[in-house]
C-alpha cells in the first residue's frame, strides 16, 4: 500500500471513530468515606455501568465525599449526576427541612433506588461508663464532619432531646475514617457512625480496644421513629462484633440513590439497567446485601421517581 493510501485509511478509520468519542458521556457517583460502605457501593455500581460502555457510551467514576448532606447539596449544584444519600437526608432535601433549610426545597432531586437498611451506631469505650445513649451528656462524641448522614442524624436526635453541643464534654468533628483510632486512642469517648453492618470501622474499634456497641432506644428516638416516613426500628445482630453478643436496638433508615431531573433519561435508565441486570453480582459486592431482593429496592423512597428509572422498573415488570 502506498503512503498516500495509508494515509487515506488512517484518516478514514480516525473519522470512523470520532462519533464514539464525541458521545461519551461521563456520569459520578458521590459516595462517603473510604471506610463506609457508599464507596465501595457506588464503586461497584460504576463497574457494573462500565463493563457495558460499548453498548450506551457511558463512563461512570466514583467519588468519596464527606456523605449524604454533601451529595445531595453537590448534586444540586450539578457537580455530580448521582450520589447516595440516608433516606432521611433524601426527605429533608425534597421538604427544605434540617440542613436544607436555609437553601430550600430541592424540587430537582430525583429517586433512583433504595440500597440497603443502615444503622446509627454508637460506640463506647467501656472505661466511660456508657450503657445507653442519654448517658453521652459530659462526655468527649465525635458528631461527624459537617455534610455527613452522621452529623444530621445526631444533630436531629439531640434536637429532639433539646441537647445541643455544650451538653457534651468535647464535640469532635472527624471523618468517619478516623473516629475508630480516635476512640482507641483514648481521644474520644464515644464514636457515632450511620452504616450498614457488618462494617469495617466498627470491626476495628471493637476488636483493637476496649469498646461496647450502645443501644439507641429511648423514648425521644421511638418518637422520632413513630413520627417520620424514613426512620425504623433495627436491631444490630448479637454476634457481629467483638464483646457484643446480645442485638443492639437503635434506629435506621434506607441508604438511597439519588439524581437530578437535570441528568438524562438515558443515563438514570442505563445505570439502573446495568445494576438490575447484573443483580447477582451487585449482591455479592457486601456481606450486607447478600439479602437484598429488587423489589425491595424500590421502598424507602419520598423523591418523585426518576423517568429514567421509571422506565426500567416498567419494562421489567416491577412497578405497573
Known sequence: ?????????????????SPLVQAQEFITIGTGGVTGIYYPAGGGMCRLVNQNNQEHGMRCSVES????????????????????????????????????????????????????????????RKDA???????????????????????????????????????????????????????????????????????????????????????????????????????????IPGGMYNGNDKPVTTIGAKATLVSSAKVSDESVYWTVKSVFDNFDNFRRLHPGFANLTKAEMLEGNTAPLHPGAEKYFKEVGLIN
Open 129 to 235: 461508663n456508657i450503657t445507653t445513649f442519654n448517658d453521652l451528656k459530659g462526655k468527649r462524641v465525635n458528631i461527624g464532619e459537617p455534610g455527613s448522614g452522621q452529623r444530621a442524624t445526631i444533630e436531629a436526635i439531640m434536637d429532639a432531646k433539646g441537647w445541643t453541643r455544650s451538653d457534651f464534654r468535647l464535640a469532635s468533628e472527624l471523618k468517619a475514617a478516623e473516629q475508630a483510632q480516635a476512640l482507641c486512642d483514648n481521644k474520644i469517648d464515644v464514636m457515632v457512625y450511620f452504616v450498614g453492618h457488618p462494617n469495617g470501622a466498627v470491626q476495628e474499634a471493637t476488636t483493637s480496644c476496649d469498646t461496647t456497641v450502645v443501644s439507641v432506644d429511648d423514648k425521644e428516638v421511638k418518637q422520632m421513629v413513630e413520627s417520620t416516613p424514613y426512620f425504623v426500628s433495627y436491631e
Open 1 to 17: 500500500m502506498s503512503k498516500k493510501s495509508i494515509l487515506v485509511a488512517a484518516a478514514l478509520s480516525t473519522m470512523a471513530l
Open 65 to 124: 465525599t464527606g456523605g449524604s448532606v454533601y451529595n445531595l447539596n453537590t448534586l444540586r449544584a450539578g457537580e455530580l449526576e448521582f450520589g447516595i444519600a440516608q433516606s432521611d437526608q433524601q426527605y429533608n432535601a425534597i421538604k427544605g427541612k434540617g440542613a436544607f433549610a436555609n437553601a430550600g426545597p430541592y424540587d430537582d432531586l430525583r429517586s433512583v433506588f433504595s440500597i440497603y437498611t443502615e444503622a446509627f451506631t454508637v460506640v463506647a
